[in-house]
């Protein structure tokens, strides 16, 4: 049997669809390497492998704009509608989170090559954690959006405010440190920046597992988002990473 013109529209919209999915699995592999080499860039005061995920970003921002170019054409040519639809929107959204968590990656290292040639700060407790709690829910709601599981995708989101509370217990413990000692001002407001981009890795994840949210159930997820106390009054930290 001779295969319609229809059949054949389908097979080429599916395959398209597929493609798209897979730029975005692409994009979060990226981001997960270039997060993890950030995160051991910072423990490891590795300022040689911070100026590999510094140059590294640029690959982040070429994949997203193939993603926009691909998601475009494809609501332009085929008009999606319901589930289609949705997945090309949803694409779209963790697209430009993925790479807002690169930035921040990137950012981490830019920090670190700073905070370098300071004298080592006295170990800060909350950090690590802080830092692997943010690559393992990333991990998390890339493999949600993979398998569309929609409860690993709530368990990341509830677990943000695990991210906030850290934060807010390494913001206090720098601040200790500057008070202790002058002399420790610059690095510990450097590593304040650092502590803050993990923070909103910890938010752009979040945002993530609500799309996936949407796109497997059709509907937003309407629960109010868990944070931290401190991170819900909008404490007095810096709310953005201005760059080195």
């Not at 897979?22 to 270039?34: C, K």
């Not at 304040?192 to 993530?208: C, L, P, Q, V, W």
Request: glycine share 6%.
């Amino acid at each position: 049997m001779v295969a319609s013109s229809g059949d054949h529209t389908v097979r080429a919209f599916d395959a398209e669809l597929q493609r798209l999915a897979d730029l975005v699995v692409r994009t979060g592999g990226l981001v997960e390497s270039q997060l993890a080499a950030a995160m051991q860039a910072l423990s490891r005061r590795d300022s040689a492998l911070a100026a590999t995920v510094i140059a590294g970003d640029a690959k982040v921002d070429a994949l997203e704009q193939d993603i926009q170019e691909l998601a475009v054409r494809l609501l332009a040519l085929r008009q999606p509608v319901a589930e289609d639809l949705r997945h090309i929107v949803a694409a779209l959204k963790i697209a430009g989170d993925l790479e807002r968590i690169g930035d921040y990656g990137a950012n981490v290292a830019k920090r670190t090559m700073v905070v370098n040639q300071a004298p080592p700060v006295r170990t800060v407790a909350a950090m690590p954690r802080m830092a692997g709690l943010a690559q393992e829910i990333v991990k998390d709601v890339l493999d949600a959006y993979v398998e569309r599981d929609v409860e690993r995708a709530i368990a990341v989101w509830r677990r943000d405010e695990e991210i906030d509370e850290l934060h807010t217990s390494l913001f206090r413990e720098l601040v200790t440190y500057m008070m202790e000692d002058p002399r420790n001002i610059t690095a510990c407001t450097h590593l304040m920046f650092i502590a803050k981009n993990i923070e909103r890795i910890g938010d752009h994840a979040t945002n993530i597992a609500e799309i996936v949210y949407y796109l497997v159930q059709g509907r937003p997820l309407k629960d109010a988002r868990p944070k931290g106390a401190v991170a819900a009054a909008g404490a007095a930290e810096p709310s953005q990473d201005v760059g080195v």
